[in-house]
């Protein structure tokens, strides 16, 4: 057993294909196999199971692929150390869906750090499955999503059957977001359900696409309006809210959009929903097993120390 032979496994359960993880690890792939094979021989198990997009872990695999990149993780400190190099530099890798509330976090302790020799990296995600799978496989240090209060058992069950551990930041209420040519911008100071049949809702996702985002499930809050539009675009939802009677609707959870909202489209107003049947709310994962480092420690402070109001 031998640690190269650790992140050849972790290359593949990145990558999902064994050409892919041959490619980027500047080996053929024969000898890829060959070499995860015999590791799977020593351990005992199979580590992957092929299926019709790749490969995937098995289940015996995925623990313990967590086992070996929590290792990689310390060889990597042992490294720096060796390196003369402060521990806490390890790399930041943060996965998100859609969050610009973590985006200033993030710049803050990127400044900080600039001059330090710290990989940064902020991906962001289309789907809450997206950002799961970026921290399964250890392509990111922890995750930070929100999911509304009607998936969140689902949400959950998924997570802890990886394996993950779930730290809610906050919950928070629906809010509706109109523009200056929305009827209601000059009229309201709270809207309620019945107000959005006269409206064209905008939402950001979709429920066939990521269920566990989905703001605005029709089949479960039994609510009807004018018009539908879902998008995963930021820019062109505000545009639509700006330049058209449409109304969005977004969780109140804290920081959200608010000072991304403020800085490019002052004119929205962000105006309560009393009545809506829902809740959202929004939380950051990682695998159970893994230690965070200091860097992305100090990335979950600054991100919970905080709560920005509508």
Aim: glycine fraction near 4%; charged fraction near 20%.
């Amino acid at each position: 057993m031998k640690l190269e032979q650790f992140e050849q496994v972790l290359e593949v359960a990145k990558t999902g294909t064994f050409s892919k993880a041959a490619k980027n690890l500047y080996m053929s792939q024969p000898n890829l196999s060959l070499s995860i094979k015999q590791l799977e021989q020593e351990l005992g198990c199979a580590l992957f199971v092929r299926t019709s997009g790749g490969v995937a872990p098995t289940e015996k695999g995925k623990e313990l692929i967590e086992h070996m990149a929590a290792i990689q993780n310390q060889y990597d400190l042992l490294r720096m150390y060796g390196a003369n190099q402060e521990p806490s530099r390890l790399p930041l890798r943060i996965a998100t869906v859609n969050l610009n509330r973590c985006i200033s976090y993030f710049l803050h302790v990127a400044k900080k750090y600039m001059t330090s020799p710290v990989n940064f990296s902020y991906i962001n995600c289309v789907t809450v499955d997206d950002a799961i799978h970026r921290v399964e496989t250890s392509q990111a240090d922890l995750a930070v999503f929100g999911f509304m209060e009607h998936y969140r058992k689902s949400t959950l069950a998924k997570i802890e059957s990886l394996n993950m551990q779930y730290t809610r930041i906050a919950q928070s209420a629906v809010v509706a977001m109109i523009g200056p040519q929305n009827a209601y911008y000059e009229t309201k100071s709270t809207l309620s359900v019945q107000d959005l049949v006269s409206q064209t809702v905008l939402t950001h996702s979709n429920m066939a696409l990521d269920p566990a985002s989905a703001m605005f499930d029709f089949h479960y809050s039994g609510i009807t309006c004018r018009g539908r539009f879902t998008t995963n675009n930021n820019y062109l939802f505000y545009e639509l809210i700006q330049e058209t009677d449409a109304l969005g609707l977004v969780s109140n959870a804290p920081g959200n959009r608010r000072s991304y909202q403020q800085k490019y489209w002052p004119d929205i107003r962000c105006i309560p929903l009393t009545d809506y049947p829902n809740s959202g709310e929004f939380g950051w994962i990682k695998l159970r097993r893994m230690p965070l480092s200091e860097i992305a420690q100090e990335f979950i402070r600054e991100l919970t120390s905080e709560h920005d109001e509508c």
